[in-house]
């Protein structure tokens, strides 16, 4: 049985006082951690903050970080930093990372080997662009973006990554992609995965969706068997809706 599994995507929202309020208000509104997993993706300055008001079972995931151990990259933030801090998880490419920042499979594929060596669990995401589905090869698209970025993944680190996946045109568009449409995608990945592992680890991988979820359209995308959680943005930022969205099971 796959957990679900529902993480808050704050992007470039909410200072440290805001984050703390927020993850106070959601923690105190008692989410069966025994039904799901969920958790958190703040601004790095906000991490180690918001862990004091986490317990173990939390997820708190950072929104991106580098490939290497240390060095000479003025910005940039490692693995061990992020675990210092109290991360469990990294999200890496998300599409705006992709997209706006030009981070390519390549680097994607760096940044999950070394948080995975790192003990890391990572949110791998992909999705294909809106000209891509009108030309009809998202499923080569995100099925390409699994194989490079999963490059050297090995059959047990592969335990510890979820993948999202997350069409670019219904991120922050209000548009959502269709239950079938998200399903049929998930099928895709599942299958792919039995190809580069097996059909245990298949079975096992969590797959999330994004783009555009909402408390009036999670019950409906976690109806289906194989969509396992949300990477959830716009809707995350507010108490109120979030606690809808992780409450989607009563
Ligand atoms: P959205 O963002 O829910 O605002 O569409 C999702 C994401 O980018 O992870």
Known sequence: MRKPLIVGNWKMNKDIKEGVDLVKAIVNSKIDQEKIDYGFAPPF???YEIKKYLNEKHILAAQNMFYEDSGAYTGEVSADMLISAGCNFVILGHSERRHIFGETDDMINKKVIQALNKGLNVILCVGELL?????????????????LGLKGVDNSMIEKVVI????????????????????????????????????DKAKNIRIMYGGSVKPENIKELMSSEEIDGALVGG????????IQILKYYE
């Open 45 to 47: 300055v906000s991490i």
């Open 131 to 147: 000209s891509e589905r009108e030309a009809q090869c998202e499923e080569e698209t995100v099925l390409r973006q699994i194989s």
């Open 164 to 199: 999202a996946y997350e069409p670019v045109w219904a991120i922050g568009t209000g548009k959502t992609a269709s239950k079938d449409d998200a399903e049929k995608m998930h099928k895709s990945i599942r299958n792919h995965i039995a190809k580069l592992y097996d059909e």
């Open 235 to 242: 809707a995350s930022l507010k108490a109120e809706s979030f």
